[in-house]
Structures are given as structure tokens and as C-alpha cells.
């Protein structure tokens, strides 16, 4: 269910959605833990940072994909993305 939907404007995608089983964070999760600490990360959260979650993909896209962020106006989990639009809103 973790995962990574940037929307543009109310419907459109950025880009497709970086999945739950996606492990490409990892160095981010290392960089969350390093800035914030993992005992108080656990505290504040209630996880330690996961390759799946979604605070991770962010940073990477950052990192990888910076022309992306800058359009990014929401950001939604996939299953919320797919809601949205079954819904319409």
C-alpha cells in the first residue's frame, strides 16, 4: 500500500507511481535516520525508515528526479490515486 503518486493538477500523474516493493531507497532511508536519529524516528513515527514507505521515494525523486518535484503539487499513496479516480474527487 506504500507507495509514491505525484499529481501535476487533480488527476494527472507526473510520472508512474513508485510501488511499496520498491527498494531503490535505501541510501535515503540511511540519510532520514542520520538527520533525525533512529531511536526518536521510531518515537515520533512509530517505524524505523523503510525502503517501501513513502518519505523515502520523496527523497530520491528529489535526488533523481528534481524536474519532477518541481511540478509536483499532491502526492497521494497509489491506492488513494486509484480512489480518486474511480470517484472522481
Not at 507507495?3 to 531503490?24: C, F, H, K
Not at 524536474?67 to 480512489?83: G, M, N, S
Request: glycine fraction near 8%; include cysteine.
Amino acid at each position: 500500500m506504500h507507495g509514491l503518486t505525484m499529481l501535476v493538477q487533480e488527476s494527472v500523474a507526473l510520472r508512474p507511481a513508485i510501488l511499496w516493493n520498491d527498494q531503490r531507497t535505501g541510501p535515503q532511508c540511511d540519510e532520514i535516520r542520520s538527520r533525525v536519529g533512529k531511536e526518536r524516528l521510531i518515537e515520533i513515527t512509530g517505524n524505523d525508515a523503510l525502503a517501501g514507505s513513502t518519505a523515502p521515494k520523496v527523497l530520491w525523486m528529489r535526488e533523481h528526479e528534481p524536474e519532477v518535484i518541481a511540478e509536483v503539487r499532491q502526492i497521494l499513496l497509489p491506492k488513494d490515486y486509484v480512489r480518486f479516480r474511480l470517484t472522481g474527487g
